[in-house]
């Protein structure tokens, strides 16, 4: 423990910096159902998310591209492995979960469940940084609405163009 | 930096406007254009230091250190002088101007109208009647384009911009074009972060009608050659607007020496509030400019079927105006000039040049823009740290980057880059605190490596 580094060595877990340099499921998935695009325009930020479900509409394959802050390349990398096989209903509760995680100043007893994705919770210490963490998990969403072809969802969702 | 005094050229201060009494030398700044003369001065008579103790909030302490804001691109801080004075405002004569017949009425109006002749001689302007009170850039850009390009631009004029244009700066240009059908033209942006000045005879042509260029970058620090710009706009014809959002605070600027057009500034990045900003538009120029907002302030008569309006000013400054911000933006002019531009500039360019000095021995580091003949304004890269994970760690040390596209992104893009962080320096700063921002800038390579 360093002290003087504070809330960053929470924001900044081993765990969260070995994902973000050695990124997991990390490519194109080829013959992918949905491709999704999440975009931050603040800060440049992409990730593009490959999904294939399995015949009762669960997450049966995925991977990503993209490049952006140790926070969202660690944030895919955490959420590709921990979502890989889970069905439609658990996809849905731990996005959830998850942002509540990474937004709730108060949540102390965050579901058991959400296993190694606990060490994103640092996170909601630091408001301006909760969209980086959200962009994968924004583009997941958008993947189980749509269930085949492309979209793009950014966290600035444009009202007018 | 290589700029030279022109031997034995002592000047008076009639261009530049300011009230010092001290002797100036012109020089003569490389790369500026052979026309454009600064000023300059032996710095070490500022007590920079003390300057200090009048900004309240330079002794906040962030994340249990002290605040070191190397963000003054996004807005500067305030001095004590330009608070007491709006505060002082609304204790002794808040009213609203130009209408009641009591006294409140009447000082508030004297006081709104004075900062006003006090812009007017800040920038060298030929008349108060020149200045236009509004929000600050975007909104004075935003009046050019909409109520100066929709009645005298039609389809197929061209609007020449530069690639390092500030959105603000690019935004209300394509809206006017999508709407007229006016076509955009780029000057390009070379490698060193400098305007590609060979490529200006074939861009531009007499079918452009406005050349609208920022001073001094946001990003890049890069200084624009503004006067040789203006000529050379002029000589086919072409309106010019200058964006000095980044030059006003920092240098000694002067709007009939540039030779521009229009002039768009904010008070909020030169110590006064925010909200209050300044269109300048040449007297013969912005005559002819309809009026662009309806309300009060702005008519001469109203029937219910018909108006007449004011002459410029008054015409753009439709509903009651920030008068307190006015009134403070002149408390700001008067601070400034108590320090003297030509120091603050002298000052800046030291403080840039023991950063980009001391930013070279930090391997892994990239610093974009121009090498030399820059303003205080330095975007860089780190290969370890994204530029936003590098803000987020530098902040729990107390010290305020900016992290992101600077509201650049076609910049960014040109470049290579999905944003930067960047240091932004004025007058207050100091080299102890740019050592400081070295010492965590290495914390930082060794934390994310």
């Not at chain 1, 408001?127 to 958008?142: D, S």
């Not at chain 2, 000023?39 to 002290?66: M, Q, Y």
């Amino acid at each position: 423990m360093n002290p003087e580094l504070g809330d960053l060595e929470e924001l900044y877990q081993e765990v969260i910096l070995d994902h973000s340099r050695r990124p997991r499921n990390f490519g194109e998935l080829a013959d992918a159902a949905v491709r999704v695009h999440g975009d931050n325009p603040a800060c440049g930020d992409e990730i593009h998310l490959g999904v294939k479900f399995d015949g009762d509409g669960g997450l049966q394959e995925i991977k990503f591209t993209g490049h952006g802050c140790a926070i969202s390349q660690a944030s895919a990398s955490l959420m590709t492995t921990k979502l890989k096989g889970k069905s439609r209903d658990e996809v849905e509760e731990m996005l959830r979960a998850f942002h509540d995680l990474v937004t709730t100043e108060t949540n102390n007893d965050a579901p058991k469940k959400l296993g190694d994705l606990l060490v994103m919770r640092g996170v909601r210490k630091f408001p301006q940084r909760v969209k980086c963490a959200m962009l994968p998990w924004r583009a997941v969403g958008q993947a189980l609405r749509q269930s085949e072809g492309e979209a793009t969802v950014s966290t600035e969702e444009p009202e007018f163009a | 930096m290589g700029a030279r005094p022109v031997e034995g050229l002592i000047v008076d201060h009639k261009s530049c406007g300011c009230r010092s009494s001290r002797l100036r030398i012109k020089w003569r700044e490389p790369g500026l254009g052979a026309d454009y003369l600064m000023h300059k001065v032996a710095t070490s008579r500022v007590d920079w230091s003390a300057l200090r103790a009048d900004f309240p909030i330079l002794r906040e302490r962030v994340n249990g250190h002290p605040l070191i804001y190397f963000d003054n691109a996004a807005t500067s801080q305030k001095p004590r002088a330009v608070l007491d004075v709006v505060r002082s405002y609304y204790e002794h004569e808040n009213a609203n101007v130009h209408r009641g017949l009591h006294a409140l009425s009447a000082r508030a109006t004297e006081h709104y109208e004075k900062s006003r002749q006090r812009v007017a001689d800040f920038i060298g302007a030929a008349s108060a009647d020149e200045i236009v009170f509004t929000r600050g850039t975007t909104e004075s850009i935003n009046l050019v384009a909409q109520a100066w390009g929709g009645k005298f631009l039609r389809a197929g004029d061209v609007i020449l911009l530069t690639e390092m244009e500030h959105h603000s700066n690019l935004v209300p240009w394509q809206l006017l074009s999508e709407r007229i059908g006016a076509q955009l033209r780029f000057v390009p942006v070379r490698d060193d972060g400098t305007l590609a000045l060979e490529k200006l005879s074939s861009l531009l042509t007499p079918e452009v009608k406005m050349l609208a260029f920022t001073h001094v970058s946001n990003s890049l620090g890069t200084i624009n050659p503004v006067v040789d710009l203006c000529q050379k706009a002029r000589a086919v014809g072409a309106v010019t607007l200058v964006d000095a959002a980044q030059s006003i605070g920092h240098m000694p600027l002067n709007v009939q020496e540039l030779g521009c057009d229009f002039l768009a500034f904010s008070g909020h990045k030169m110590c006064a509030p925010t909200g209050i900003g300044v269109l300048y538009g040449r007297s013969e120029i912005v005559e002819s400019v309809p009026p662009w907002h309806g309300g009060g302030e702005m008519i001469v008569s109203v029937t219910l079927e018909k108006s007449s309006f004011k002459k410029p000013p008054h015409r753009f400054e439709a509903g009651t105006p920030n008068i307190a911000g006015a009134i403070g933006l002149a408390a700001a002019i008067d601070y400034i000039e108590g320090i003297g531009r030509a120091e603050i500039f002298q000052h800046d360019v030291d403080l840039a040049g023991y950063a980009l000095k001391r930013m070279a021995e930090l391997p892994g580091l990239r610093v974009l823009g121009p090498e030399r003949d820059r303003g205080g304004v330095i975007s860089f890269v780190m290969d370890a740290a994204h530029p936003h994970d590098l803000t987020t760690f530098a902040d729990q040390y107390g010290l305020a980057l900016r992290g992101g596209h600077h509201c650049n992104q076609p910049l960014m893009r040109r470049f290579g880059v999905p944003g930067t962080s960047r240091a932004s320096f004025y007058f207050y700063n100091t080299r102890e605190e740019i050592d400081r921002m070295i010492e965590i800038l290495e914390k930082t390579a060794r934390f994310f490596k």
